[in-house]
Structure formats: C-alpha cells, structure tokens
C-alpha cells in the first residue's frame, strides 16, 4: 500500500513546480500573453492534468498566496485576549520582518510579483474570492452572524488597503526604512479605530 504523506507531499511539489514555471513565464511574457497550453508544455505536463491542479489559470498565480487564506481567522482563533489586538500585533510584527503579506518589501522576487497580481485585472478579480473566502473565516471565529460578518469585512479591508498603500509607495521607489514608520503609525490608527468602533463582544475573543 502506497505511503498517504507520500502521495500528499508529491502533490504539493506538484503544485509548487507548476505554479513557480507559470509564474516565471507571466513575469517574463506578461499573464495574458502566456496561454495554458504554454505552461503545461513548459511543467511537462497535460493540460488535462495542469487542469485538475489548478481549475483556473489565475489560480497557478494565487496558489502563492493561498497560504494566507484565513490567516486572520487562525490569528483571532489562537489568540486568548482581544482579537482587533491579536490582528494589530500580528500586521505589526509582519511589518519588522517586512512579510510580503504586509506589502512592505523591495525584494525583487517580491515586487515583480505584485505588479503581476495588481496589474492584471484578471487576477485582481479572482483575488478577491480569496478575500472573501478569508472575510468568511474570519466572520465565523467572530461568531458568524450579521454583526461578525460586518466586523470581518471592516477588518479585512483594513488589513487590504495598508498592504497595498505600502505596496504602492514601495512600488514607486522608497525605501522600506522610510515606509516603516508611517506604515506603523497608519496601522496603529487604523487598528486603533476598529477596536473603538466594534460591538464589544466582536472585539474580544470571548465569542469562540
């Protein structure tokens, strides 16, 4: 009988090799202009297989950051006060080790994949079902009625809009050490104002 862990751990190298081979070939050819047949042919694969990894072919692009799907619903999920100060000390600690996540890094690897993400409507659009998919797992911690969904989608677009501002300014040339700070301050107000304007009962993890 074959090895489970084994079959699993081919899989995701699957999903790495395949993924890492079309990202290259859309950073070097530009997304629209690289089809899916290319990238079956370049990973040595069918396109019928490439197909049942990845559904979509904006989802060879998002399989990197599928990983921080739900992120901020395991933050609030493992933290033991309140959950808006879990979130602000988690955006807070990715910013000193400047995480890609937070939008605050100039690693080459790292900008040329954002300006494919952000400067692709297509992937722009199919990003935001992961931003949903993220909102509903983070409103389900909170309690998952109205109320939750409503403190999710406020937090979600928090954490959104300070990652693409730093992106942005990154982007156009400054230097991490001079975005820091005002990435810091931004999202002290920021969290600052969340924790403030939520029900008491959505920001404290006392709801799970």
Known sequence: ????????????????TVSD???????EKGFDAVSVAEVAAAAEISKPTLFR?????????????ADHEGEAARVVAAAEGAAVEALRRHFLEGLERADPV???SDHPDVLAFHSLLYGTPSLVARAYTHQERSEAALAEVLGGDLDARLAA????????VLALENWRRIAAGERV?????????AAERAFGRLAAGLPP???????R
């Not at 081979?21 to 950073?27: D, G, P, Y």
């Not at 989608?153 to 959104?160: D, F, K, N």
């Not at 050490?177 to 301050?185: C, K, L, Q, S």
């Not at 009962?201 to 709801?207: D, I, N």
């Open 53 to 65: 990894y990845f559904p979509a072919k904006e989802d060879l692009v998002l399989y990197r950051i």
């Open 153 to 160: 989608g406020q937090i979600m677009a928090v954490l959104r």
């Open 201 to 207: 009962h959505l920001s404290t993890s006392e709801t």
């Open 102 to 104: 937070t939008g605050l």
């Open 177 to 185: 050490a001079d975005v820091r700070p005002d990435a810091v301050a």
């Open 1 to 16: 009988m074959s090895d489970p862990g084994l079959r699993e751990r081919k899989k995701q190298r699957m999903y790495e």
């Open 21 to 27: 081979i079309a990202v290259r070939l859309f950073m």
